[in-house]
Nanobody, 117 residues
Framework: EVQLVESGGGMVQTGGSLRLSCAAPGFIFSSYDMVWVRQAPGKGPESVSSINPGGGITYTADSVKSRFTISRDNAKNTLYLRMNSLKPEDTALYYC??????????WGQGTQVTVSS
């Protein structure tokens, strides 16, 4: 079975911080860009941040730029998302995925992030 597993979500107050983690199989982690995607209830999915296999090229959405930082540890096949200065509008299910040619080919079930005011 192919499975990506997210962890690190929780409930925090406005201004708080969380670090999300995603464990992925090596054949996926070494071959594709990795992406963090979030989806709030009643909303469509939103790509938040991505990183290339080597870790030197990243993209971050304007809505979270300067607050969220994506990184990866290739030795551990683990993807991270550090989230600072969290806002209520950041509340969503966050999941990680691999990306190939502009689409997603593998993804996990997600971890919930809830930010209260």
């Amino acid at each position: 079975e192919v499975q990506l597993v997210e962890s690190g979500g929780g409930m925090v107050q406005t201004g708080g911080s969380l670090r999300l983690s995603c464990a992925a199989p090596g054949f996926i982690f070494s071959s594709y860009d990795m992406v963090w995607v979030r989806q709030a209830p009643g909303k469509g999915p939103e790509s938040v941040s991505s990183i290339n296999p080597g870790g030197g090229i990243t993209y971050t959405a304007d809505s979270v730029k300067s607050r969220f930082t994506i990184s990866r540890d290739n030795a551990k096949n683990t993807l991270y998302l550090r989230m600072n200065s969290l806002k209520p509008e950041d509340t969503a299910l966050y999941y990680c995925a691999s990306s190939y040619r502009g689409g997603l080919n593998y993804w996990g079930q997600g971890t919930q992030v809830t930010v209260s005011s």
